[in-house]
Structures are given as C-alpha cells and as structure tokens.
C-alpha cells in the first residue's frame, strides 16, 4: 500500500494472519485527500504482539480508523497504539468486535490514564473498550529505562 496514498477503505480478514509487518501499511506520500483511511483487520490468531513498534505509524500523519474484528488480542499495548493516537488527533481504534478475551488490567490502564474524556464512549477515541470504569490505582505508571525519580 506504499504507493496508493489515496486508499480509503483497506479489508484484511484471514484465519492464518498472526503477524503484521512494520512496513504493512506503510505510505510514501501524504494523502491529497483528507478522507479518513478505514482498515478493517480481522483474524483469529492476531494477538497482543502481532503487531511490531512503528508498524501502525506510517500513515504521513492521516487520520486512521483502525476496527479489530475477532482477534485474541488480550490488550493493546502501549508502545504501539499510543504513537498509532498521537500520530493523529482524529485517528480512532475500534475493538468493539475484537476477542472477548481482552483484560482489564494494567496493561489497559495507558488507555483510561489518556484517553478517558467521558464515559460516553462517543467522546473516546477507543471505542469498544470496556474498562472505562475500571479501578487501575494499583497501578504504577512505568518509566522509561533512563529517567530519574
């Protein structure tokens, strides 16, 4: 997809689909639209760690709806879907239909601490997450390896 900087809508749904490659959605160019780009990314063995750093980050800042279908992901993890956020304010993940094994814990807890604006899950950028209500106190916040206290 490096050379089609205008791809609207992108569908990927296969049962044999465990890895995402850092370059998968890569794009060359900047978009001359300012459509949003949906992808629709779906299959049974897309866990947690499918996805390598950068892999969702290479979109030339467009806006992104990425919607996770029927996956075993467990969590999103913070070293991949926080920049795939920051890389564009209007940039949403979908996770309604994904697993029902996703935890509550505090490996979630990133999502509550930055991106918890209403319990009203219109206002959130991470839709289909239930753990809005979740108590994650207990959890410490990690520092990166060279920082002082």
Known sequence: FYHVPNLRLLRIFSPHLSHINKYAFAQRNRSSSSTMLHIYLGGAKINSTSFP?????RFRSRAVLLRLYYTDLTY??????QPFLESNPSSIVDINFTNANFKCDCRSAWIQHDY????????NRVYGYRCWASDF???TATLPA????
């Open 76 to 81: 999103l993890d913070e070293t991949i879907f």
């Open 146 to 149: 060279n920082s002082s206290q």
């Open 137 to 139: 106190s207990n959890c």
């Open 53 to 57: 750093p950068t892999s969702l980050t």
């Open 116 to 123: 918890l604006r209403d319990i009203d899950e219109l206002d």
